[in-house]
């Protein structure tokens, strides 16, 4: 049998646990015309919920669905080279006349476009080749404008254009397309929620008051226990009524954690025998130590005062009033301003995140390893 728990993208509505509710509202909200910004913590569960909304068998058949990550972007041509891949890769599976439609309309990149043995196209185009970002960017609007089924495009990450030299720009360039593009509807999804707040609610941004603003939250822990419990009846395995909850607390209620100690927890248990809160500590030791040089590394490449900045906010865990004096002296920092720039830093690079001027290791995983190796 196929381990339940799966920790690598969505793998189907079987695998998929609860967002009843949430999926038929984002399936409304599209369907009847609306742009939606999704907003919650990485590794909550957003992107796994589109791609669950995309393959509703209503969506799969009577829409153009298209999902792009731009998290790794770094500026507008990027993004647009990256959108005109996810269209064309998406619509090959769909026949000659889907994509020939899109190679027709988008005429600035054709002939960068190659052909497989096949004869179904390629996008091999890098950001360097769009010369004209603006100019390709309006085709493949034009594009959608013109597709024979409805569009929904879901663009994740979106905060990630804020960071581009020209972001300003690109705010009111995908405002002014959308606004013009009736034939699509858009999710904006991201999880840094000062950033796509600033998006959507500030008054004298281009998106104030377009989408319709959703907070993703956790999924509850009785739904998740009993989602890991009838996964455990269906191997003809068991599970302690303890584990889920000690987990879910342990992990901050963040899905892709618990996944991922329960794929081990799984793997383990034999059939016909149960699944104990003994084995969470087994859990989590064998997946920290396959990272463990990784996260030695880490913390080795950063700066000593980043360092031990990170070590004092992994030691409480929710750190809070971290630019005060007695939060230095606790931790035997410099001065609140040498943890002024430090936090900057680790903000920058991902080690932390902050919600409510509340601190925490990002990567929870990073934070019991600090908890066991380095503390």
């Not at 984002?26 to 589109?50: C, F, Q, Y």
């Not at 609610?201 to 939250?217: A, C, D, G, I, W």
């Not at 900045?309 to 865990?317: C, K």
Request: aromatic letters at 10%.
């Amino acid at each position: 049998m196929k381990n339940p728990f799966v920790t690598n993208g969505y793998a189907g509505a079987e695998y998929f646990c609860d967002r009843v509710q949430e999926t038929q509202f984002l399936i409304s909200m599209l369907t009847n015309g609306n742009n939606v910004a999704l907003i919650s913590p990485r590794r909550i569960g957003k992107t796994d919920l589109i791609r669950h909304c995309f393959c509703q068998e209503g969506i799969k058949e009577n829409y153009h669905t298209f999902l792009i990550d731009i998290y790794a972007t770094k500026n507008f041509s990027e993004m647009v080279a990256l959108l005109g891949k996810t269209i064309i890769d998406s619509l090959r599976s769909k026949g000659r006349s889907a994509w020939e439609q899109f190679l027709q309309i988008v005429s600035s990149v054709r002939s960068e476009i190659s052909f497989d043995i096949n004869g179904s196209p390629v996008w091999g185009i890098g950001a360097g080749t769009i010369s004209q970002p603006a100019v390709t960017l309006d085709e493949i609007f034009r594009y959608l404008s013109e597709a024979d089924k409805h569009c929904l495009v879901a663009i994740d990450e979106f905060q990630q254009i804020t960071h581009y030299t020209d972001g300003e720009n690109v705010e009111a360039a995908l405002r002014t397309h959308i606004q013009r593009c009736p034939n699509a509807n858009f999710i904006f999804s991201g999880s840094q929620r000062h950033l796509m707040g600033e998006i959507f609610t500030s008054p004298s941004r281009p998106f104030y008051q377009s989408v319709t603003v959703f907070n993703l939250k956790p999924i509850p822990v009785e739904k998740y226990s009993d989602f890991v419990s009838v996964k455990f009846e269906e191997a003809g395995k068991s599970i302690e009524p303890d584990v889920v909850p000690l987990l879910y607390h342990r992990f901050r209620s963040t899905t892709s954690y618990m996944q991922k100690i329960m794929n081990y927890m799984f793997q383990i248990t034999p059939a016909g025998e149960t699944c104990t809160s003994q084995m969470i500590e087994e859990g989590i030791d064998y997946i920290i130590n396959l990272s463990a040089d990784t996260y030695e590394g880490l913390l080795y490449q950063l700066p000593e005062k980043q360092r031990k900045t990170l070590v004092a906010i992994a030691q409480e865990g929710e750190a809070k009033a971290v630019t005060s004096g007695a939060f230095a002296k606790r931790h035997q920092l410099q001065s609140p301003s040498a943890v002024v720039a430090a936090v900057k830093g680790l903000l920058e690079k991902d080690f932390i995140t902050r919600e409510n001027n509340t601190y925490r290791v990002y990567d929870l995983f990073l934070q019991q390893w600090i908890e066991k190796h380095v503390l």
